[in-house]
Nanobody, 120 residues
Framework: QVQLVESGGGLVQAGGSLRLSCAAS????????MGWYRQAPGKQRELVAT???????NYADSVKGRFTISRDNAKNTVYLQMNSLKPEDTAVYFC??????????????WGQGTQVTVSS
């Protein structure tokens, strides 16, 4: 199995920056994509950004140009650099990983979440 541990959340003023980290451990072989999702109170969880092992990225429209996702495959770690933060970015941010067993069977794993709060 895969365990994901997030860190780097906190309180920041609007316009500021934060960098989230997510370290994967356990059976990390064949993890093909990692990403970040977020969930604000009273709202559904939404995709923020994803990155494949080859470095291909995808972003939600709401964060394009402000957030950057990256990964260090050797360390099995994914990062989310968040700049120009807005109050609407306030949410619990969850790390996600997909492991493709035998190249066929997808397994999904989630971290425990880290709180990001942006004050106006």
């Amino acid at each position: 199995q895969v365990q994901l541990v997030e860190s780097g959340g906190g309180l920041v003023q609007a316009g500021g920056s934060l960098r989230l980290s997510c370290a994967a451990s356990g059976s990390t072989f064949s993890i093909n994509v990692m990403g970040w999702y977020r969930q604000a109170p009273g709202k559904q969880r939404e995709l923020v950004a994803t990155i494949t092992s080859g470095g291909r990225t995808n972003y939600a429209d709401s964060v394009k140009g402000r957030f950057t996702i990256s990964r260090d495959n050797a360390k099995n770690t994914v990062y989310l650099q968040m700049n120009s933060l807005k109050p609407e970015d306030t949410a619990v941010y969850f790390c996600h990983a997909q492991r493709l067993l035998y190249g066929l069977v997808p397994n999904n794993y989630w971290g425990q979440g880290t709180q990001v709060t942006v004050s106006s």
